[in-house]
């Protein structure tokens, strides 16, 4: 099974329909048009053969360029640059094999307008949050070292344990 079924089989626990129904719309409007490379969609948009295999080609040489992107140590910045061209390539692709009826039905399928930049922005917060707890851990972890280092001063009342210096345990 994969992943996305075992999500929606848990969303599916939790939410209601009404509720399945708006996070489905919502989850399209974030993909955008790559979301028809998705069995489901494109079912449901009545792709004919040509049609998914060319979505499929788009989806595989954006794969394709992506990873050579990375392979050629594209940063975090860059690499989110490199993306975003190519997903925008992609879609334009995209426009080019899908017919009016077929862009009808997915624009119903988005169902009313949101706006998935705020998902975005609550992500990347969260994200600075869930790492704020590693920023305090740090500081202990400097003192814990300013220790180590203040034993090893000369004049340091610090002792090994183990044989003295004439040979007997202490």
């Given amino acids: ?5 075992q999500v929606d089989q ?5 939410l209601d329909t009404k509720q399945k129904e708006r996070f489905n719309q919502i989850s399209l409007r974030a993909e955008g048009p790559l979301a028809v490379a998705r069995p489901e969609v494109a079912a449901k948009l009545r792709l004919n053969d040509a049609q998914q295999e060319y979505v499929q080609g788009i989806m595989m040489q954006m794969r394709q360029d992506t990873f050579i992107a990375m392979r050629q140590g594209a940063g975090a910045g860059q690499l989110r640059t490199v993306t975003a ?13 899908i017919d009016r009826k077929q862009q009808a039905a997915f624009d119903k399928m ?3 307008p ?7 922005q609550e992500t990347a917060a969260a994200e600075s ?6 920023a305090k851990e740090a500081p202990a972890a400097n003192d814990q070292e300013k220790e180590k280092e203040k034993a090893k001063e000369p004049g340091s009342p610090a002792r090994k344990k183990g044989r003295t210096r004439s040979g007997s345990k202490s």
């Fill in 1 to 5: 099974m994969q992943f996305r079924q």
């Fill in 10 to 14: 848990e969303i599916a626990k939790i």
């Fill in 85 to 97: 061209e190519l997903r925008k390539n992609a879609v334009q692709e995209l426009k080019k094999v």
């Fill in 110 to 112: 988005l169902g009313e």
């Fill in 114 to 120: 949101f706006d998935v930049t705020k998902v975005d």
């Fill in 129 to 134: 949050k869930a790492e704020t707890p590693q």
